[in-house]
T-cell receptor, first 109, second 114 residues
Framework: GQNIDQPTEMTATEGAIVQINCTYQTSGFNGLFWYQQHAGEAPTFLSYNVLDGLEEKGRFSSFLSRSKGYSYLLLKELQMKDSASYLCAVMDSNYQLIWGAGTKLIIKP | DAMVIQNPRYQVTQFGKPVTLSCSQTLNHNVMYWYQQKSSQAPKLLFH???????NEADTPDNFQSRRPNTSFCFLDIRSPGLGDAAMYLCATSRGTGDNSPLHFGNGTRLTVT
């Protein structure tokens, strides 16, 4: 079967750095997406990785290792507005998106 | 701004009473999706349209139907809602399938079944 694993919940302090991990087992791989979802709202696109390495976009960076089936989302200089769920999704060989259940990130002052 | 719009934002229906959720897009995207998302769970794909071609997920109950009368609009019909159908329903669009185009989501409709 296909599976995406993420921690259920993480807590971090305002101004700090947090790394949210995602591991996957899928039938093929055509890229990995990270989405941010605030409570009661729709997911919004953050990043896409298809090659190994780090993609940086402002305070957010996403890393991929295809050989390890592993990705992480790195958030720097955390702000209270970063409190949200972060969803990892992998596109399999049929270009179907397989979603993780999301990691709820709680930011404390 | 180009966007995906879902109406209503909150919908309450009675057990067994048919309900229709709507979605419109101004992005001119080829693909429209309907997802069901329950609290703290991954979004679950119900079906999607590529243009007029309808693609149903194997495990989507017959109770859920969809219509796409034109490029801009897509509807989700729940014929006989049960208590287990209470969830957030997300409409999303993308330029295509088979590529890396990200999904653009509407704000969702939260369905309550009483």
């Amino acid at each position: 079967g296909q599976n995406i694993d993420q921690p259920t919940e993480m807590t971090a302090t305002e101004g700090a750095i947090v790394q949210i991990n995602c591991t996957y087992q899928t039938s093929g791989f055509n890229g990995l997406f990270w989405y941010q979802q605030h409570a009661g709202e729709a997911p919004t696109f953050l990043s896409y990785n298809v090659l190994d390495g780090l993609e940086e976009k402002g305070r957010f960076s996403s890393f991929l290792s295809r050989s390890k089936g592993y990705s992480y989302l790195l958030l720097k200089e955390l702000q209270m507005k970063d409190s949200a769920s972060y969803l990892c999704a992998v596109m399999d060989s049929n270009y179907q998106l397989i979603w993780g259940a999301g990691t709820k990130l709680i930011i404390k002052p | 701004d180009a966007m995906v719009i879902q109406n209503p934002r909150y919908q309450v229906t009675q057990f067994g009473k048919p309900v229709t959720l709507s979605c419109s897009q101004t992005l001119n995207h080829n693909v429209m999706y309907w997802y069901q998302q329950k609290s703290s769970q991954a979004p679950k794909l119900l079906f999607h349209y590529y243009d007029k071609d309808f693609n149903n997920e194997a495990d989507t109950p017959d109770n859920f139907q969809s219509r796409r009368p034109n490029t801009s609009f897509c509807f989700l019909d729940i014929r006989s809602p049960g208590l287990g159908d209470a969830a957030m329903y997300l409409c999303a669009t993308s330029r295509g399938t088979g590529d890396n185009s990200p999904l653009h989501f509407g704000n969702g409709t939260r369905l309550t079944v009483t």
